[in-house]
């Protein structure tokens, strides 16, 4: 059966080929992606941008929903949109690479809720981000 968030992993967001992000894993409970940082990623003073870390949580937590309401008994693969995202920055760092990890917190046949952590360098939390997302 095909994995119903092959185009979204698979470089069928352009969003996710312009940032560099990688897929690691995407299943229906667990999704994890990285992105090594670039000078591109950083603001005028060397952090990495509050938008790029946003971007890999909801990037990550949107494949993970996908494939989630698609694995439910009778759910189907059509594309989610997130309509609501909670994110609290507790670090930084200026460089290196950030991993998201996203976890299912509830998937329903309207619904699907996913907490997604990233991290940076030596495990260190960068930011938790909350998402809500509903079929688009």
Same mark, same amino acid.
């Given at each position: 059966?095909?994995? +119903? %968030?092959?185009?979204?992993?698979?470089?069928? %967001?352009?969003?996710?080929?312009? &940032?560099? &992000?990688?897929?690691?894993?995407?299943?229906?409970? *667990?999704?994890?992606?990285?992105?090594?940082?670039?000078?591109? #990623?950083?603001? +005028? /003073?060397?952090?990495? #941008?509050?938008?790029? @870390?946003?971007?890999?949580?909801? %990037?990550? =937590?949107?494949?993970? =929903?996908?494939?989630?309401? %698609?694995?439910?008994?009778?759910?189907?693969?059509?594309? @989610?949109?997130?309509?609501? @995202? *909670?994110?609290?920055?507790?670090?930084?760092?200026?460089?290196?690479?950030?991993?998201?990890?996203?976890?299912?917190?509830?998937?329903?046949?309207?619904?699907?809720?996913?907490?997604?952590? /990233?991290?940076?360098?030596?495990?260190?939390?960068?930011?938790?981000?909350?998402?809500? #997302?509903? +079929?688009?």
């Amino acid at each position: 059966m095909r994995n +119903p %968030s092959d185009a979204w992993t698979g470089g069928g %967001s352009q969003f996710v080929t312009d &940032m560099g &992000m990688r897929y690691l894993e995407v299943t229906a409970e *667990h999704a994890t992606a990285e992105l090594a940082i670039e000078d591109r #990623h950083k603001t +005028p /003073v060397g952090a990495i #941008h509050a938008g790029v @870390l946003v971007g890999v949580a909801d %990037s990550t =937590a949107t494949a993970l =929903a996908i494939t989630a309401r %698609s694995a439910l008994e009778g759910g189907d693969a059509s594309f @989610l949109v997130a309509i609501d @995202l *909670h994110a609290v920055f507790l670090a930084n760092q200026q460089g290196g690479t950030i991993r998201a990890e996203s976890r299912l917190v509830r998937a329903g046949r309207r619904v699907v809720v996913v907490r997604t952590v /990233v991290t940076g360098d030596a495990g260190r939390t960068l930011c938790e981000v909350t998402t809500t #997302h509903v +079929p688009g």
